[in-house]
């Protein structure tokens, strides 16, 4: 399920979505007043800003018979776009993230969190961080591989199909199918799963069709030191790259067309 091999950067790479969120203790200044000071030092790479409030439920409080509610202050979420829209930084009093769908190889990508998280650290001065996750969502579309008529069994690790690795079952026979799971991994880390084929949605346009989604999220928690978090980020990054590509077949490594990074 794992696979520990060389890195390399694909020609024909099947992300939607590559997205690192790291939580720390509320800042209750974020959510007072607009992070012009955090806008100005990146403002560079994103220039286009936004912001959404997000009304939150109300909170259950209490046991079954004696169950209150108690309203949840609404999240103020900004958000700062690259001028292109490819690239995004997001802010809440309890999380920064980081997400494309143009992510090329690790390296690039950390490059530019790293930019991120040097601005923030130097104006907000978070305590510590309390959870570190890094999530790639993959899309295998056998026609941009040119892969057509190949069925899934034969691109994607046994272990990630459920019903489709059954040897008397047809694909086009089964309507539906989805893992999830989640487990334990070293180093303090955890990975969520969620895969199976369907259909993919760009711009409220659904593309009608079916890839394989392989959606892959990996997370430390815990108390993670400033001094410590480039580190849990590698170890991170290392355990979803040994997930991805112990999930796939030589057959869809190949058809990516894998280059040397």
Same mark, same amino acid.
């Given at each position: 399920?794992?696979?520990?091999?060389? &890195?390399?950067?694909?020609?024909?790479?099947?992300?939607?979505?590559?997205?690192?969120?790291?939580?720390?203790?509320?800042?209750?200044?974020?959510?007072?007043?607009?992070?012009?000071?955090?806008? *100005?030092?990146?403002?560079?790479?994103?220039?286009?800003?936004?912001?959404?409030? *997000?009304?939150?439920?109300?909170?259950?409080?209490?046991?079954?018979?004696?169950?209150?509610?108690?309203?949840?202050? %609404?999240?103020?979420?900004?958000?700062?776009?690259?001028?292109?829209?490819?690239?995004?930084?997001?802010?809440?009093?309890?999380?920064?993230?980081?997400?494309?769908?143009?992510?090329?190889?690790?390296?690039?990508?950390?490059?530019?969190?790293?930019?991120?998280?040097?601005?923030?650290?130097?104006?907000?001065?978070?305590?510590?961080?309390?959870?570190?996750?890094?999530?790639?969502?993959?899309?295998? =579309?056998?026609? @941009?591989?040119?892969? *057509?008529?190949?069925?899934?069994? %034969?691109?994607?690790?046994?272990?990630?199909?459920?019903?489709?690795?059954?040897?008397?079952?047809?694909?086009?026979?089964?309507? &539906?199918?989805?893992?999830?799971?989640?487990?334990?991994?070293?180093?303090?880390?955890?990975?969520?799963?969620?895969?199976?084929?369907?259909?993919?949605?760009?711009?409220?346009?659904?593309?009608?069709?079916?890839?394989?989604?392989? %959606?892959?999220?990996?997370?430390?928690?815990?108390?993670?030191?400033?001094?410590? =978090?480039?580190?849990?980020?590698?170890?991170?990054?290392?355990? @979803?790259?040994?997930?991805? &590509?112990?999930?796939?077949?030589?057959?869809?490594?190949?058809?990516? *067309?894998?280059?040397?990074?």
């Amino acid at each position: 399920m794992f696979l520990e091999c060389e &890195r390399v950067r694909y020609g024909k790479p099947q992300l939607l979505e590559v997205i690192c969120q790291l939580r720390f203790p509320t800042i209750l200044s974020i959510s007072a007043k607009e992070p012009a000071e955090f806008q *100005e030092l990146i403002r560079d790479e994103y220039p286009r800003y936004s912001r959404n409030i *997000e009304k939150l439920p109300p909170k259950v409080i209490g046991q079954p018979g004696n169950m209150k509610f108690e309203e949840q202050a %609404d999240v103020i979420n900004y958000q700062f776009l690259s001028a292109d829209g490819r690239w995004k930084v997001n802010l809440t009093n309890t999380f920064i993230a980081l997400a494309t769908p143009a992510y090329t190889c690790w390296e690039d990508f950390a490059a530019k969190l790293d930019e991120v998280l040097a601005q923030f650290i130097k104006v907000y001065h978070p305590a510590f961080f309390e959870r570190i996750g890094l999530r790639y969502i993959n899309a295998f =579309s056998r026609k @941009a591989l040119e892969l *057509e008529g190949t069925p899934f069994a %034969d691109l994607i690790e046994p272990g990630y199909l459920g019903i489709l690795g059954e040897e008397d079952v047809q694909e086009q026979q089964v309507l &539906r199918v989805m893992q999830e799971a989640e487990m334990n991994l070293p180093g303090g880390c955890r990975l969520k799963l969620h895969c199976g084929p369907g259909m993919v949605k760009r711009n409220n346009v659904e593309d009608k069709e079916i890839k394989f989604i392989l %959606d892959n999220d990996i997370f430390m928690m815990g108390k993670v030191e400033m001094k410590h =978090s480039a580190a849990a980020l590698n170890t991170v990054h290392t355990h @979803a790259d040994r997930a991805f &590509r112990g999930a796939i077949t030589r057959e869809l490594h190949e058809a990516m *067309e894998p280059q040397p990074l």
